[in-house]
Nanobody
Framework: QVHLVESGGGLVQAGGSLRLSCAASGRMLSNYVMGWFRQAPGKEREFVAVITWSGTSISYADSVKGRFTISRDNVKSTVYLQMNSLKPEDTAVYYC?????????WGQGTQVTVSS
């Protein structure tokens, strides 16, 4: 069992920045691929970024490349999403995800609202 708690969301003007955090707890965390997804009102949940606990593999959605950076602190068991140059279309609930084989866990989500 893995427990994920997101924080750091809020309201920001277009062009601003936010940093989301995902604190993870549980067994065998080093086996899990950690990711961020988001879901805007009326839309399906979509992939944002993913990182392995070793940090050797990172991937981003095209829509956030060059603006968002995913990272992790293994000592704190925390994954971050640094979001720069935010746009109104980045407005969504952002969810942390942990995945390993057939095991998948989600956090409760944190709201990010970008005003124009």
């Amino acid at each position: 069992q893995v427990h994920l708690v997101e924080s750091g969301g809020g309201l920001v003007q277009a062009g601003g920045s936010l940093r989301l955090s995902c604190a993870a707890s549980g067994r065998m965390l080093s086996n899990y691929v950690m990711g961020w997804f988001r879901q805007a009102p009326g839309k399906e949940r979509e992939f944002v970024a993913v990182i392995t606990w070793s940090g050797t593999s990172i991937s981003y959605a095209d829509s956030v490349k060059g603006r968002f950076t995913i990272s992790r602190d293994n000592v704190k068991s925390t994954v971050y999403l640094q979001m720069n140059s935010l746009k109104p279309e980045d407005t969504a609930v952002y969810y942390c995800n942990a995945y390993y084989r057939s095991n998948e866990y989600w956090g409760q989500g944190t709201q990010v609202t970008v005003s124009s």
